[in-house]
Nanobody, 116 residues
Framework: QVQLVESGGGLVQPGGSLRLSCAASGFAFSRSPMRWYRQAPGKERELVAS????????NYASSVKGRFTISRDNAKNTVYLETNSLKPEDTAVYYCNVLYDGNDYWGQGTQVTVSS
């Protein structure tokens, strides 16, 4: 079965960095575009970044462009989200997502808290 397991979240001061990871299994990872979403308390889930199956094309939300970088390692079945220059408004649960075989799959999420 499809599994997505996020890790790497934590508490960080404004201006700090975190590297989020999502380990995938149970599907053809190397042929699947991947996405990172986030959801802050009281807000809707929003798309943060996406990457094509080969990693050649990436898209970002305007709120994170220039600060976040999505990447993937198809040999390790893992997608990453490098988050830099973090702001308090980046505080949210971050989720890995794949649309596979007509179904949407989500990980359990990893909490990122940006606070001094």
């Amino acid at each position: 079965q499809v599994q997505l397991v996020e890790s790497g979240g934590g508490l960080v001061q404004p201006g700090g960095s975190l590297r989020l990871s999502c380990a995938a299994s149970g599907f053809a990872f190397s042929r699947s575009p991947m996405r990172w979403y986030r959801q802050a308390p009281g807000k809707e889930r929003e798309l943060v970044a996406s990457i094509t199956s080969g990693g050649g094309f990436k898209n970002y939300a305007s709120s994170v462009k220039g600060r976040f970088t999505i990447s993937r390692d198809n040999a390790k079945n893992t997608v990453y989200l490098e988050t830099n220059s973090l702001k308090p408004e980046d505080t949210a649960v971050y989720y890995c997502n794949v649309l596979y075989d007509g179904n949407d799959y989500w990980g359990q999420g990893t909490q990122v808290t940006v606070s001094s």
